[in-house]
């Protein structure tokens, strides 16, 4: 298709104006699948000024037909589900089962923000005398600059583009460079439905570079990150010069806590199978397990089984589990928090290296370690990989302690049947979002977010509203 390796600018497919591009490898096969633009000073500079272009018409449409048109970009995503989903598995490797659902979950990011466009609502407020009329309006903040990570390519640029365009506000994305393709539908989207000219444009090409000349330009009003710490510091340090809202969602090292009177054989399961979803690679993913220790054995003994049990292999076949990590730094990365914790003392239940008869790709066996202390890294940094550490705690207040004692606050997940336990637990958690009974959170209709190093605001529920509209207030005097 014509635009597979292009990028959009101003409603045309375009290609980088002094013809480099990067590499698009696949992780299963490490073969090459294509290319995209490297995009110049030039490029970006074009897409600047397409995007200034693009609010002054977007904004000035009403929200039923901005309401309309992201509709119809969530039909058109839907007619082309399983071209997106074969995309989506090529680029980035995960099982099609699971790029299926992202792509689905994408299809309901356009439809929820496209009828939450008809509900941006201000107020009214009674002021000191009759004689003054009050009132707050929310008005699309402006040009967006967004900047999505290449696990979930395709989903979180739509957390981003949908809510930003659902409020009048014109986009500029920049894709994952590891799987920069599967966005490049949400344009094909776009223009099938209607919408204007540089309302939404998408560059391709180093990180780095790129977003620094689109925070610098005064185009750009609002930013908005899904990526690492040391990313999302140099964004903050960035938009401090220009004094630029952000909106960051980072690292996630979510703890769960498995209570005594859990279902604690189903909990187990659970926890394995959403532990390794996208082969660990999940902001969200249940990433440190603390078990009560009168359970604990049979908790670990059923998390053993199924990790085992799971087939690994390219995410084209059907009976494939768990597909390959993105790129071979992730493979790096299991490898030294496995090697780490055994040199500190762990345990290795299962895993710990590439599996056999896999000779290419960037595979990695689901890997299971006890014995684990606040010494190693599995339980300090981000894993984002299929290395799951199992510990024990005696009582609430000592798993609340260990759960809490990282720098990140993205998500938490506990298991139990007491009503008493869930609240304290849940309200306990030094975290955005909490999980009971469930490892599922991700949805467009609640807001998505942390605290601490994971980052600040919200992209989803009706807090979205914040993140992509300013407040005007208006003092009227009769």
Known sequence: MDFVNRMYVHGEWVDGEDGQTLPIVDPATEELIGTVPRATAGDVARALESTAAGFAVWREVDAWTRSRTLRRMSDYLREHLEEITAALTAEQGKPLGEARAETIATVDHFEWFGEEAKRIYGRTIDGHSRGQRLLVLRQPIGPVAAFSPWNFPLMLAARKVAPALAAGCSVILKPPREAPRSALWLARAGAAAGLPPGALNIVTGDAGPLAAQLIASPVIRKISLTGSVPVGQELMRLCAEQVKPLTLELGGHSPVLVFADADVEQAAELCARAKFRNC???????????????????????????????????????????GPLAN???????????????????????????????????????????????????????????????????????????????????????????????????????????????????????????????????????????AYTAAKYLNISL
């Open 328 to 466: 071979p730094r992730r493979v790096a990365a299991a490898e030294h928090l496995v090697r780490d914790a055994l040199d500190k003392g762990a345990r290795l239940l299962c895993g710990g290296g590439r599996p056999a008869g896999l000779t290419r790709g960037f595979f990695f066996e689901p890997t299971v370690i006890d014995g684990v202390d606040s010494r190693m890294a599995v339980m300090v940094d981000e894993p984002f990989g299929p290395v799951a550490p199992i510990a024990t705690f005696t009582d609430l207040a000592d798993g609340l302690q260990q759960a809490n004692a990282t720098q990140f606050g993205l998500a938490g997940y506990l298991f139990t049947t007491s009503t008493r336990t869930a609240f304290l637990a849940a309200e306990g958690l030094d975290v955005g979002m909490v999980g009971v009974n469930t490892l599922l959170l991700s949805t467009p209709e609640a807001p998505f977010g942390g605290v601490k190093r994971s980052g600040f605001g919200r992209e989803g529920g009706t807090e979205w509203i914040d």
């Open 280 to 322: 660990g690679q999940v902001c969200i993913s249940a990433s440190r397990f603390y078990v009560e220790e009168s359970v604990a054995d049979r908790f670990r003994d059923r998390f053993v089984a199924v990790a085992r049990g799971l087939r690994v292999g390219d995410g084209r076949r059907p009976d494939t589990d768990v």
